[in-house]
């Protein structure tokens, strides 16, 4: 199963510790292939990778691409999980929902 981040979400708000948290708990515990969701990846790309946020991320894919659940800020997919930025007080909740969705 694939997990697929929209790229707004590895921007603040988002607290990228959080972020790092989320992928690193999807990839090794549930087993997921984690890519990020970008029409511009290299401006994603240099964003996150001096920050270690692609330790756990497989690539990147233009939207609409790939097949799983998406992780948005809106529901453009029928398996989507709406959020408007990952932080302390929602990792939990996130990893919930998309343990239930990838199962």
């Known amino acids: 199963m694939t997990l697929i981040i929209r790229d707004q979400l590895t921007c603040p708000p988002t607290w990228f510790a959080s972020y790092r948290d989320l992928t690193l708990y999807c990839a090794v515990l549930l087993k997921l292939d984690i890519v990020v969701e970008t029409e511009t990846p290299d401006l994603y790309y240099r964003w996150i990778k001096p920050k270690g946020g692609m ?13 799983g659940v998406h992780l948005d800020v809106f529901r453009h997919f029928p398996v989507t999980i709406v959020t408007d930025r990952i932080v302390p ?8 929902s998309i343990r239930s969705l990838a199962a």
């Open 55 to 67: 330790d756990f991320i497989k690539d990147f894919v233009r939207p609409g691409a790939e097949p």
């Open 89 to 96: 007080e929602n990792v939990h909740r996130l990893i919930g």
